[in-house]
């Protein structure tokens, strides 16, 4: 037996949330069984566990976009008992039973080794969030930024993807501008690396089609008018990589700013990432994130918590990222 957080339909718009003991036997289909240490609570894992978001795809769930754990038993020849993995997305916690567990079954094409230089648990620290930052920086690089190009802007800096860009831009030399809607947490971003800081107000309402060049590329984890407002703000060349919709899954914007000023607009989805940008990404993050950085954003909760811990994600009540430790509750 085994403990998991269970989402079961109630109705059309609502799921039970409670912790129940498994079998392994209950697990779904897969060639290799994970002993879970940790997972995490992801935006879109909180949009799952309060049902404001039609993310599961089939009831009864165990949610959890990602986990770090050692290899049980292993069918697929990559993998060997013992071995230590990271698992990001791949619908997992979407549509296959997810982290959020003290075991996992999954496809072995899923998995990631654990890279030697980190522990699971920071694994869980940086998880999607962290993973998305730095296939949002790996993004900009491909096409063309670097350092000298100017000062680069991160929105949602409060937040999981947002805090780990502003670190690892930081850690690569970049002049770091960050957005948040929360000043009580200035000392916080500028901590991680955020040389200047506006408020996120500056770009969260309608704008005009193009405005001041302001910065030479950006990270956005928020979308909507801020993202328009980004693109209408970037640079003549300038790099944008856009990964969420925190304020909104719209785009309210115009060309002008692509056909006018060249920009270059990038988008950045982590579910079904190659596993080779996959293995690129985590061995990116062990050479360039500053790890002391890391410690500061972490809090650890349990089975118990995450509820409440996911209404608080999405009431903009939590910030840097949240591991959840399945074998403490
Ligand atoms: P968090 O909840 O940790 O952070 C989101 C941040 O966005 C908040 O901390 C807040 O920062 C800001 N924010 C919240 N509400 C609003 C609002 N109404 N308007 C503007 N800003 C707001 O989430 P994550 O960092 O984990 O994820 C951020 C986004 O990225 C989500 O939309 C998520 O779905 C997406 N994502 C996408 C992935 C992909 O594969 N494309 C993978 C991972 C995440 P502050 O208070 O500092 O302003």
């Given amino acids: 037996m085994f403990k998991a957080l269970v989402l079961k339909k109630q109705d059309d718009a609502n799921a039970s949330v409670s912790v129940e003991d498994l079998n392994i036997s209950d697990l779904p289909e897969g060639d290799v069984l994970v002993k879970v240490s940790f997972s995490t609570l992801n935006y879109k894992d909180a949009l799952a566990i309060t049902s404001s978001s039609p993310i599961i ?179 003549y060349g300038g790099i944008i990589a856009a990964c969420g919709l925190a304020q909104g899954f719209d785009f309210p914007a115009t060309v002008m700013p692509f056909i006018l000023r060249g920009v270059t607009l990038v988008g950045v989805d982590s579910v079904y990432h190659s596993i080779e940008g996959r293995t690129e990404a985590w061995k990116r993050l062990t050479d360039d994130l500053n790890f002391e950085h890391l410690e500061k954003m972490i809090k650890t909760i349990t089975f118990r918590d995450v509820e409440q811990t996911a209404r608080n994600m999405l009431e903009n009540k939590t910030h840097g990222r949240i591991v959840l430790d399945v074998n403490s509750y």
């Fill in 57 to 235: 795809k089939n009831y009864p769930m165990v949610p959890g976009i990602d986990f770090a754990g050692e290899v049980e038993e292993s069918n697929n020849d990559s993998f060997k008992t013992g071995d230590k993995v990271i698992l990001n997305g791949f619908g997992v916690g979407e549509k296959h039973w997810g982290g959020m567990a003290q075991k996992a079954r999954v496809k072995g094409s899923w998995l990631v080794k654990l890279p030697e230089q980190i522990s699971l648990k920071q694994a869980m620290a940086i998880g999607t969030a962290g993973y998305t930052a730095m296939l949002c920086v790996i993004a900009l690089e491909k096409n063309g930024m670097h350092p000298e190009k100017g000062e680069v802007l991160v929105t949602g800096a409060t937040g999981g993807v947002g805090s780990i860009a502003i670190t690892l831009l930081n850690n690569l030399g970049y002049q770091v501008c960050a957005s948040s809607g929360r000043s009580e947490y200035h000392d916080y971003i500028k901590s991680l690396g955020a040389q200047r800081i506006i408020n996120r107000s500056e770009l969260s309402e309608k704008g005009r089609p193009l405005g001041k060049e302001i910065w030479a590329g950006a990270i956005d984890s928020v979308g909507s008018h801020t993202l328009a407002n980004i693109c209408a703000s970037t640079k």
